[in-house]
Antibody, heavy 123, light 110 residues
């Protein structure tokens, strides 16, 4: 059974940093591009960042470019999101997601999602 | 990276069919086949219902179908059931090497 388990969320002050982790199991992690999607309270889904199977190709939404860094460790089957210079508008549940039916890193659909990790940015 | 446009809400009676639209541009929905649809219950993670415009993942009811015309993709739910009441989101690959979601549509079963 595919499992994605996020951790590392919490309360942080504006301008602060946080690192999210996603532990993957039940599939060959290194064969899938991985992604972060967030959802602000009572709002819709927003794509945040994606990383290719090897980590060679990385993509970011304009809203987080220059502040967030995605990375992965295929040996540990783990995905990470380093979030710096956090703002109130970054407050959201952050989901780790696996891409399936994929023609390339962004050409597919998210077939498995974690339970989400809540990040709250507030003074 | 503008969000795709979806109606805020759609409703229907049990047994009826409803269609949710998802409008983008030629740089996203209109330009690529990588349009997906997701269903989300409150407090839960999304679930993929359609990928590559028309394809249903294994296990998804054939009451769900997808289509696209120009810059607008659509999700049709036939034989509406109480369990279909949820939020639905479309997403598309964009030429800017990004992914974009729609704002979401709340489906209400009357």
């Amino acid at each position: 059974e595919v499992q994605l388990v996020e951790s590392g969320g919490g309360l942080v002050k504006p301008g602060g940093s946080l690192r999210l982790s996603c532990a993957a199991s039940g599939f060959t992690f290194s064969r899938h591009s991985m992604h972060w999607v967030r959802q602000a309270p009572e709002k819709g889904l927003e794509w945040v960042s994606s990383i290719s199977t090897s980590g060679a190709y990385i993509y970011y939404a304009d809203s987080v470019k220059g502040r967030f860094t995605i990375s992965r460790d295929n040996d540990k089957s783990a995905l990470y999101l380093q979030m710096n210079s956090l703002r109130a508008e970054d407050t959201a549940v952050y989901y780790c997601a696996r891409l399936e039916y994929a023609a390339f890193e962004l050409g597919g659909a998210f077939d498995n999602w974690g339970q989400g990790s809540l990040v709250t940015v507030s003074s | 990276q503008s969000a795709l446009t979806q109606p805020a809400s759609v409703s229907g009676s049990p047994g009826q069919s409803i269609t949710i639209s998802c409008t983008g541009t030629s740089s996203d929905v209109g330009g690529y086949k990588y349009v997906s649809w997701y269903k989300q219950y409150p407090g839960k993670a999304p679930k993929v219902m359609i990928y590559e415009v028309t394809n249903r993942p294994s296990g998804v009811s054939d009451r769900f179908s997808g289509s696209k015309s120009g810059n607008t993709a659509s999700l049709t739910i036939s034989g509406l059931q109480a369990e279909d009441e949820a939020h639905y989101y479309c997403s598309s690959y964009s030429s800017a090497s990004t992914l974009v979601f729609g704002g979401g549509t709340k489906v209400t079963v009357l």
